[in-house]
């Protein structure tokens, strides 16, 4: 397997919503020549528990507790430069929410949990007049001031 199908298959194992940002994110970054590899993205639990030991022996610089880490829910990935700068790798990647919480214990390790959906999500439809004044029979209180602000702005009276 070459580099592009490793880092396709690695993004397949992450989040359905935010494989866009790992796409985008891998794309710049090889169009400007800070090309990486995906080493890790999904971990199950046994290989948690493996990363874990290997952290309390101080073979490596850094796990996550068992059940704690990203990589297990499908959000985090690993990688590898091959060319370029992790400085820029990094900067690209800030631009698509994807963030690198532990610089300088665990510099290769990115996390998804702040990504952002690619489009906005539609914003509900504004009520009809009608609509309104038949919410407004049954709402009370705080609920029933709402409607008929809403029915001022409507109107304009
Ligand atoms: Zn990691």
């Given at each position: 397997m070459n580099r592009e199908q490793q880092n396709e298959k690695k993004i397949g194992e992450l989040k359905n919503d935010v494989q866009w940002a790992a796409r985008g994110w891998r794309d710049e970054c090889d169009s400007t020549n800070n090309k990486f590899l995906i080493t890790e993205a999904y971990r199950s639990y046994e290989n948690q528990m493996i990363a874990w030991g290997k952290y309390q022996r101080g073979e490596i610089a850094a796990a996550a507790y068992p059940g704690t880490s990203l990589h297990q829910k499908w959000l985090a990935v690993d990688i590898y430069v091959i060319s370029g700068t992790l400085s820029k790798i990094v900067s690209i990647a800030e631009q698509y929410g994807?963030?690198?919480?532990?610089?300088?214990?665990?510099?290769c390790h990115f996390e998804f949990c702040h990504v952002q959906p690619p489009t906005p999500i539609n914003p509900p439809p504004t009520p009809t007049l009608p609509q309104l004044r038949n919410a407004l029979k049954w709402a009370k209180g705080i609920r029933a001031s709402s409607i008929l602000r809403a029915i001022k702005r409507l109107t304009g009276r």
């Open positions: 994807i963030s690198r919480p532990l610089p300088t214990r665990d510099p």
